[in-house]
Structures are given as structure tokens and as C-alpha cells.
């Protein structure tokens, strides 16, 4: 899927709005990118999913942290059959007090997803939750990044980055 068709696909569903938005970075916005909007829509999540599969090869474990990314890490593992595991932003305070739910991550290739990236907060959290737990994590694909500086941080711990969408994308179109 192209570029320009997924453009059309976060529009047509929502996704794109515009006015004064605080964003979870604490930035001021005139343009808000709902995800929600998009994978609560299982049209949208699908095409979304397969989007994303071709990042997904060579990997033996997909993670995403709550609560944005469980939707996408669901579609990519139903569409690559690949186990996928969720982070929370905490340690569970009962039970098994896990912050890692699914399969043992130790020694596997792990593949980050994300909905949308500014700085690159939750996607570096979710890198040290996976790397803390012995996780190869080289890698994070997201759906739509706001262009705010994730990019430059996440080189800088040397993982890759792959937005489907950058928000210049968005804006251009």
C-alpha cells in the first residue's frame, strides 16, 4: 500500500483532525493525528496490518505497549503469525507483577510497533521494558510519526526507525 492511499484511508476514517491540541509531550499542536480513530476501524486496522508485515520478517516476537499499540500488534501478528507480547507503562502491582504479558522475550528478536511518535517517549520506554528482559530489539515501525525528534533518539540507542507515515506526509497531501 502507498502512501498516498493510507493518507486517504486515516482521513476517510477520522484520523486526521485539525485545532489546538496538547499532545502527550506536553507540545502545543494545530493538527492531532487520532490513531484511535483508525484502529478501532477494522477496515482501516487491517490495511494497516498488512502495511506494516513487511517490516515484520526475521522477527520472532512483536511487542507494543499499551494501550495505542495493542490494536496494531494484534493485526501485524494475525497477518505474520508472529507471537506478539504487550508492555505495560507499569509493573502490575498484583499477581504475578508482570510488565511484560505473553511469551518470554529473553534472547528473541522483537519488534517494536507504535501508533504515533513526537519525541519518542513511550517507544523508548517500551525499548528499555524489552531490553531489561534480555529482548534483541534493533527495530520499531510505527504508523504515523509526528517528525518531533523520535527518530534522532531512537538511532542514538541504535535502533532503526520505520515510519509508514510522517506527518510531512500528511501535511503535503
Do not use: W
Not at 7 to 20: D, E, H, T
Amino acid at each position: 500500500m502507498g502512501k498516498k492511499e493510507m493518507i486517504q484511508l486515516l482521513k476517510g476514517c477520522g484520523a486526521i483532525q485539525f485545532g489546538r491540541f496538547v499532545l502527550t509531550s506536553g507540545a502545543v499542536s494545530d493538527y492531532y493525528i487520532d490513531i484511535k480513530k483508525a484502529i478501532t476501524n477494522p477496515k482501516v486496522l487491517k490495511k494497516i496490518g498488512e502495511a506494516m508485515a513487511e517490516y515484520a520478517e526475521g522477527y520472532d516476537v512483536l511487542a507494543g505497549m499499551e494501550l495505542g499499540a495493542v490494536p496494531l500488534v494484534v493485526a501485524l501478528s494475525l497477518e505474520t503469525n508472529i507471537p506478539y507480547v504487550i508492555v505495560r507503562k507499569e509493573k502490575k502491582q498484583h499477581g504475578t507483577g508482570k510488565q511484560i504479558e505473553g511469551e518470554d522475550v529473553k534472547n528473541k528478536k522483537v519488534l517494536i510497533i507504535e501508533d504515533v511518535t513526537t519525541s519518542g517517549g513511550s517507544v523508548i520506554k517500551t525499548l528499555q521494558v524489552l531490553r531489561e528482559n534480555n529482548a534483541k530489539v534493533d527495530e520499531v515501525v510505527v504508523v504515523v510519526d509526528r517528525e518531533g525528534g523520535a527518530e534522532e533518539k531512537l538511532h542514538g540507542l541504535d535502533v532503526s526507525f520505520i515510519p509508514i507515515l510522517s506527518v510531512s506526509d500528511i501535511l503535503k497531501k
